[in-house]
């Protein structure tokens, strides 16, 4: 079966500070990879999405990026975060383009 | 965005039935999910509806209407686990397009 793990579970970070958050997913070939961030009592925004690997598409101009290293792995990454960076990051997966996507469990960050 | 429209809150009484509203711009759509989220974890899937009409699973009902860009989720029977957010998503050209999300809460 398929299963997907982000980590950290949480992470408190000071402005200014860099930040990875790592994704991969088990038991697929090939997947379309997405990282979504939902502030506090919002939906889910789409930050980057990537259906092959060094293939990456960006949804909003931000100081973060993304990078797919491996198949199955997909990175957040920030060289200098700022405040407004807080917020639950959720990675998901789906086996096509169209199909239903399964999310991990999610990094709650926070910055101060 | 893709102008996901759905409301913020509702409330409702455990045994009853509840209709979630979601609509969405429908140049470039594909398909609408719903999703549940509870409080603090991740969102797991619900439905999907690709063409016009009703689909039934279990207590959850999603119906679309692509002509309207409507789509409703029915929830029967509620139970007091059944509160919680529930996200309505269009899919366009490769892309998912969330709602803010609709807190329902269950009252006894």
């Keep these: 079966s398929q299963t997907i793990h982000q980590w950290p579970a949480t992470l408190v970070q000071p402005v200014g500070s860099p930040l990875s958050l790592e994704c991969t997913v088990e038991g697929t070939s090939n997947p379309n990879l997405y990282w979504y961030r939902q502030a506090a009592g919002r939906g889910l925004q789409l930050l980057f999405y990537s259906v092959g690997i060094g293939q990456i598409s960006s949804e909003v101009p931000q100081n973060l990026s993304a990078s797919r290293p491996q198949d199955r792995q997909f990175i957040l990454s920030s060289k200098k975060l700022l405040l407004s960076d807080s917020g639950f990051y959720l990675c998901a997966w789906s086996v096509t383009s169209d199909n239903e996507q399964f999310f991990g469990p999610g990094t709650r960050l926070t910055v101060l | ?108």
């Excluded at chain 2, 759905?6 to 409702?12: C, G, I, K, V, Y």
């Excluded at chain 2, 549940?36 to 991740?42: D, V, Y």
């Excluded at chain 2, 039934?56 to 029977?77: A, D, P, Q, T």
Aim: hydrophobic share 30%; with cysteine.
């Design chain 2, 1 to 108: 965005g893709q102008n996901i429209d759905q409301p913020t809150e509702m409330t409702a009484t455990e045994g009853a039935i509840v209709q979630i509203n979601c609509t969405y711009q429908t140049s470039g759509f594909n398909g609408l999910f719903w999703y549940q989220q509870h409080a603090g974890e991740a969102p797991t899937f619900l439905s999907y509806n690709v063409l016009d009409g009703l689909e039934e699973k279990g207590r959850f009902s999603s119906f679309l209407s692509r002509s309207k860009g409507y789509s409703y989720l029915l929830l029967k029977e509620l139970q007091m686990k059944d509160s919680a957010s529930y996200l309505c998503a269009s899919y366009n050209f490769n892309k998912f397009y969330f709602g803010s999300g609709t807190k329902l809460n269950v009252k006894p």
